[in-house]
């Protein structure tokens, strides 16, 4: 087992085909709340000891997906209550009818590896919006640029493990100064590679 701290408020726990048997993450006999929940104490009880990572009076969100090997990756985050409050926001902005105002956010990969991985989660979480991914030449890096995803948002902090988040303020300079190779559906393409 292998548990990694990805932020504040997020591990990442990697286990085995063993690990996942002993755990039961995978098992669909289990049928019943209080067994999953058994099962998830356990891993949380080891990620408190081995990490130091506490969840106290916060929800958590959590998010599995089954290794090639038969184990597992797992990520936990724990819902902040800022995170909370901009769920109740977004609720009460779309009660209004308003649309909120568009939002970009880039983020930075050292090589395509990385940036299909990113591409192939999004599309597991089904990212729908737009998507644009830009190659600098002289420095050999790719940049994607997602529309309407806040960083803070615990369902895209996996993206951090794949590349470096740059604020969207400068999306014009990357559009300019680097190569455009997928415009507005550059995850749909891209998840489809991997």
């Given at each position: 087992m292998e548990i990694l701290r990805i932020g504040k408020h997020a591990i990442k726990i990697s286990l085995n085909i063993?690990?996942?048997?002993?755990?039961?993450i995978l098992d669909s006999d289990i049928l019943e709340e209080d067994e999953i929940k058994e099962s998830f104490s356990k891993l949380l009880l080891k990620a408190k000891e081995t990490v130091d990572f506490s969840y106290a009076g916060r929800k958590i969100f959590t998010e599995i997906f089954p290794s090639k090997d038969g184990g597992c990756e797992i990520y936990i985050s724990c819902i902040s209550m800022e995170a909370e409050k901009a769920v109740y926001k977004d609720k009460n902005q779309q009660l209004d009818n308003k649309k909120p105002k568009s939002v970009l956010s880039i983020f930075d990969f050292e090589n395509i590896?990385?940036?299909?991985?990113?591409?192939?989660?999004?599309?597991?979480?089904?990212?729908?919006?737009?998507?644009?991914?830009?190659y600098d030449i002289d420095k050999k890096r790719y940049?994607?640029?997602?529309?309407?995803?806040?960083?803070?948002?615990?369902?895209?902090?996996?993206?951090?493990?794949?590349?470096?988040?740059?604020?969207?303020?400068?999306?014009?300079?990357?559009?300019?100064?680097?190569?455009?190779?997928?415009?507005?559906d550059g995850v749909k393409v891209l998840s489809a590679l991997t």
């Open positions: 063993d690990e996942t048997k002993e755990y039961r590896e990385n940036l299909l991985q990113a591409c192939y989660r999004l599309k597991e979480i089904k990212y729908k919006n737009k998507s644009s991914v830009y940049y994607m640029i997602l529309e309407d995803i806040y960083i803070k948002d615990i369902r895209y902090s996996f993206l951090l493990e794949y590349s470096k988040y740059i604020k969207g303020s400068i999306a014009s300079y990357i559009k300019e100064h680097y190569k455009c190779i997928l415009k507005k």
